[in-house]
T-cell receptor, first 118, second 114 residues
Framework: GAVVSQHPSWVICKSGTSVKIECRSL??????MFWYRQFPKQSLMLMATSNEGSKATYEQGVEKDKFLINHASLTLSTLTVTSAHPEDSSFYICSARAERIHSYNEQFFGPGTRLTVL | AQKVTQAQTEISVVEKEDVTLDCVYE???????LFWYKQPPSGELVFLIR??????QNEISGRYSWNFQKSTSSFNFTITASQVVDSAVYFCALMDGNFNKFYFGSGTKLNVKP
């Protein structure tokens, strides 16, 4: 149990286009999901917290108009990279917080999406 | 402020050697959680262990062991008799007591050579 999927697993797009990445909790409901970005050979940096039914909370320095987050249901959050540029090329990882599956609200990570912008 | 420091950027060992990955954390919370994740070249994070701030008991799982010491704010990870399959980037992470954000260290790349 507690599986999180991401789609697509990798995507290549042209500069200026928009790309949508989906994060799904497959066997549990997640009112809160998180989006991380990882540049090559670097650590994971939290971009935003996605809350079902409300606006996402963005970390300092993350452009909310460029990285659109929609948490449409208790099992799905999407991240749309608008007008992507080569500097947006990165590994994007989501995590979903399971409400009290165990004794605390554990987070489970998706497998990641590798975005390459040409 | 929450912070995790992994001072070792990269470590290379020969198979069957023991290796310890260091992790030092900073937090003002009394309740917090510490984690270790393995990230192989595929990129997917593999959960290894979680420890809460009230449980300083060391843990052993097969070839893996963890040493949690609140007095030095450290949560070190030891692999005994390393294997080539252990080659990966290992991340130490801290989570606040409200189960919100992960604070990841910069990661330690482990190379295990045959």
């Amino acid at each position: 149990g507690a599986v999180v999927s991401q789609h697509p697993s990798w995507v290549i797009c042209k500069s200026g286009t928009s790309v949508k990445i989906e994060c799904r909790s497959l066997d549990f409901q997640a009112t809160t999901m998180f989006w991380y970005r990882q540049f090559p050979k670097q650590s994971l940096m939290l971009m935003a917290t996605s809350n079902e039914g409300s606006k996402a909370t963005y970390e300092q320095g993350v452009e909310k108009d460029k990285f659109l987050i929609n948490h449409a249901s208790l099992t799905l959050s999407t991240l749309t990279v608008t007008s992507a540029h080569p500097e947006d090329s990165s590994f994007y990882i989501c995590s979903a917080r399971a409400e009290r599956i165990h004794s605390y609200n554990e987070q489970f990570f998706g497998p990641g999406t590798r975005l390459t912008v040409l | 402020a929450q912070k995790v420091t992994q001072a070792q950027t990269e470590i290379s060992v020969v198979e069957k050697e023991d290796v310890t990955l260091d992790c030092v954390y900073e937090t003002r919370d009394t309740t917090y959680y510490l984690f270790w994740y393995k990230q192989p070249p595929s990129g997917e994070l593999v959960f290894l262990i979680r420890r809460n701030s009230f449980d300083e008991q060391n843990e052993i799982s097969g070839r893996y062991s963890w040493n949690f010491q609140k007095s030095t704010s450290s949560f070190n990870f030891t692999i005994t008799a390393s294997q080539v399959v252990d080659s990966a980037v290992y991340f130490c992470a801290l989570m606040d007591g409200n189960f919100n954000k992960f604070y990841f260290g910069s990661g330690t790349k482990l190379n295990v050579k045959p």
